[in-house]
């Protein structure tokens, strides 16, 4: 495995533009160019973001805002670039991420991983009916990124049934990153 830094990055660096890109090319039906420079801007003006870097080049992102005051956070987005997928570059990532909240204050990361494809057995279901249940039984079909956010320690804390349409939830997960002392 070749080796990286994982650092926080000015709005005006060249960096900034290839997250554009990324973002753009990793959730293209979510952020068109527009959207991918808008919110990359406001996360870097109101959050923490970092990079995964390998000299020049840019290996993944992710960010989070404070939602709760300081204590909850949003983690979004996370996205590595293909090439560099499945190295632990993700991981790394999540932990730099969670390090840098907890030290903001963060108590609590939580996330959203939409099931907009039909990758898990909550899609095509009726959340409404016994979401628990479902919750609880829950199955990984098609390499939906739940799992990979388990592997780091979230857990599944709840799910808005269709936020994507009709039997396409979001699927929320959290994770305590700051305890308390006794």
Same mark, same amino acid.
């Given at each position: 495995?070749?080796?990286?830094?994982?650092?926080?990055?000015? &709005?005006?660096?060249?960096?900034?533009?290839?997250?554009?890109?990324?973002?753009?090319?990793?959730?293209?039906?979510? =952020?068109?160019?527009?959207?991918? *420079?808008?919110?990359?801007?406001?996360?870097?003006?109101? @959050?923490?973001?970092?990079?995964?870097? %390998?000299?020049?080049?840019?290996? @993944?992102?992710? @960010?989070? %805002?404070?939602? =709760? @005051?300081?204590?909850?956070?949003?983690?979004?987005?996370?996205?590595?670039?293909? $090439?560099?997928?499945?190295?632990?570059?993700?991981?790394?990532?999540? &932990?730099?991420?969670?390090?840098?909240?907890?030290?903001?204050?963060?108590?609590?990361?939580?996330?959203?991983?939409?099931?907009?494809?039909?990758?898990?057995?909550?899609?095509?279901?009726?959340?409404?009916?016994?979401?628990?249940?479902?919750? &609880?039984?829950?199955?990984?079909?098609? $390499?939906?990124?739940?799992?990979? =956010?388990?592997?780091?320690?979230?857990?599944?804390?709840?799910?808005?049934?269709?936020?994507?349409?009709?039997? *396409?939830?979001?699927?929320?997960?959290?994770?305590?990153?700051?305890?308390?002392?006794?």
């Amino acid at each position: 495995m070749s080796t990286y830094d994982i650092v926080s990055i000015p &709005k005006s660096s060249l960096v900034f533009e290839q997250t554009v890109a990324l973002l753009e090319e990793s959730w293209p039906h979510c =952020y068109p160019e527009k959207v991918a *420079r808008q919110t990359m801007e406001q996360l870097i003006e109101t @959050g923490i973001f970092l990079v995964a870097l %390998q000299g020049s080049v840019l290996l @993944g992102m992710i @960010g989070a %805002q404070p939602q =709760y @005051g300081k204590t909850g956070w949003e983690l979004h987005p996370l996205a590595v670039d293909v $090439n560099h997928r499945f190295k632990g570059i993700g991981k790394a990532l999540v &932990k730099a991420l969670e390090h840098a909240v907890s030290n903001a204050g963060g108590i609590v990361m939580y996330l959203g991983t939409d099931d907009a494809f039909d990758q898990t057995s909550l899609a095509d279901s009726d959340l409404f009916d016994r979401p628990f249940e479902k919750i &609880k039984a829950i199955k990984n079909k098609a $390499n939906h990124p739940y799992t990979f =956010y388990e592997k780091c320690g979230y857990t599944i804390v709840g799910v808005i049934p269709d936020a994507n349409g009709f039997h *396409r939830p979001d699927i929320i997960m959290a994770k305590r990153i700051a305890f308390q002392s006794s």
